[in-house]
């Protein structure tokens, strides 16, 4: 048998069907990165050998009837050889959706402890002699739930949760925990991890996006309208912040989110600074689920639309 092709694409979460011995079939679910190997040949020869998926991190094992001929044993072999070599080359070391838990180095009381993700191409990048390649980095702010001392509750929503579930994204993810349970974001402290988060990973400075819900929603709008040059776009999801400095985010782009039956934070907490940055000329687009309770969040993370929306948008210096 000669494998007639090697193919290595990068999916976010697939199942594809395998063929095995004496037209049997069997599912295989990977995230992240999927080979097939040689399909037509597997089609030709399924009665004569068992093929099991090469998964993540593992490699292609085949079995075969005592009546095979030592060549066709021999060739296979090489082949199947030479498709490990090339498929561990193009492997990454680990899991494409794995966030890791680490601790704030810049000197805070408390340092603040956070989960980053990185996407596969940093891993490759730093590992090539290829010139470097910066990452847009997103910020995500927890709801006031999540808070304290339990890192595992910042995987609860949003984008940590996405995540967590093995979906993959183009982008840098940090989520930082609040240490307290009741006290809103530190600003300059959030600002201090990123600068950190800046200097440690290959960032794209002029794509650095904000986004928070709920609790986190008003850290998101505070933390923007207090530095409103150092991010490229906004997205809070229901919550709120101080209408009367609105013109200081007016040249940002924003996408709000709110659900209409929200009992938490009303939506009246949204609406009233998409009115304000409205007047003020700004740059926003304002989404209301008219079903959703305090709960916006799922939908709005959900939504393809919202990440080509983002990734879109560069950071420009106006308000001073």
């Known amino acids: 048998m000669s494998l007639s092709y090697l193919h290595v694409s ?8 395998f063929l095995l011995g004496a ?15 040689a399909a037509n040949s597997m ?5 004569s050998f068992v093929t099991q998926a090469i998964s993540m991190n593992s490699l292609a094992s085949v079995s075969y009837p005592a009546t095979h001929r030592p060549r066709h044993l021999c060739r296979l072999a090489i082949h199947l050889m030479i498709a490990s070599c090339i498929l561990l080359a193009s492997l990454p070391t680990t899991s494409a959706a794995e966030m890791v838990l680490k601790t704030q180095t810049t000197k805070c009381d408390p340092p603040l402890r956070y989960w980053i993700y990185l996407p596969d191409e940093v891993t490759e990048v730093a590992r090539s002699s290829k010139k470097a390649k910066s990452f847009p980095l997103v910020l995500f702010l927890h709801g006031g739930g999540e808070g304290g001392r339990n890192p595992e509750k910042v995987k609860k929503n949003g984008l940590p949760k996405l995540i967590a579930q093995g979906k993959s994204f183009p982008f840098i993810m940090v989520a930082p925990q609040n240490p307290s349970e009741t006290q809103f974001w530190d600003d300059q402290q959030l600002i201090r991890l990123v600068n ?15 986004t928070g819900l709920s609790r ?7 933390l923007a309208i207090q530095n409103p040059n150092r991010f490229a776009a906004l997205v809070p999801v229901c919550g709120g912040g101080p209408m009367p400095y609105m ?12 659900g209409a039956k929200d009992t938490v934070i009303p939506i009246s907490e949204s609406q009233r600074l998409v009115e304000a940055l409205k007047k003020a000329g700004g740059d926003v687009k304002f989404t209301i689920y008219p079903d959703a309770g305090h709960d916006a969040w799922t939908q709005a993370y959900d939504d393809p639309e919202l990440y080509a929306w983002l990734l879109q948008q560069k950071r420009t210096e106006i308000a001073k």
Not at 10 to 17: A, H, I, L, P
Not at 43 to 47: A, L, Y
């Open 247 to 258: 013109n200081r985010i007016k040249h940002l782009p924003i996408w709000v989110f709110h």
């Open 43 to 47: 089609e030709r020869h399924r009665s």
């Open 10 to 17: 990068r999916t976010r979460s697939v199942s594809k069907r």
């Open 23 to 37: 037209g049997e079939k069997k599912t295989y679910k990977c995230t992240g990165w999927d080979s097939q190997i």
């Open 216 to 222: 986190g929603g008003y850290g998101a709008w505070r």
């Open 196 to 210: 950190e988060i800046e200097t440690k990973h290959p960032v794209n400075r002029l794509r650095v996006y904000l």
